[in-house]
């Protein structure tokens, strides 16, 4: 089902995308289409959504495994959309497998997957980005 989409989950580290990968701002505007993307998931990124490293000056700790959450719908094929929620999480369309650090793999077609760091369901959103005070286009 994820026709090549794959989102990787790095131990205290940023999501790898591959496949079909096209990031946009929420207004639709084109960020990135690529092969391979690394977007944030610690929120300290000077360059979001893309990681610039900052989850190691910052310390990021995150198993990188599922706590909650999950990825919802079907999806036979097509490209892997990211879409940056403004000042909230990453929004995924489009057939995917996620793979956690511990090895584990699930498939859907639809997430929003935490980029500020402070979700209790990571690698999904759980809306603590507003009382976290996160910012980002």
Wanted: hydrophobic share 35%; charged share 20%.
């Amino acid at each position: 089902m994820s026709d090549g989409n794959k989102i990787t989950v790095f131990a205290d580290g940023p999501f790898e995308l591959s496949g079909d990968v096209k990031v946009k701002k929420q207004d639709g505007t084109p960020i990135a289409t690529d092969e391979t993307v690394y977007l944030c998931r610690c929120g300290a990124s000077k360059n979001q959504p893309f990681c610039d490293g900052s989850h190691s000056a910052i310390d990021f700790e995150d198993p990188g495994v599922i706590a909650g959450g999950k990825l919802v719908g079907t999806a036979e094929a097509g490209a892997l959309e990211v879409t940056t929620a403004t000042h909230g999480p990453l929004l995924i369309s489009g057939p995917v497998t996620l793979q956690t650090a511990d090895g584990a793999t699930c498939e859907g077609a639809r997430a929003a997957l935490c980029r500020c760091g402070a979700s209790s369901t990571k690698p999904f959103c759980d809306g603590q980005h507003k009382d976290a005070g996160f910012c980002a286009e």
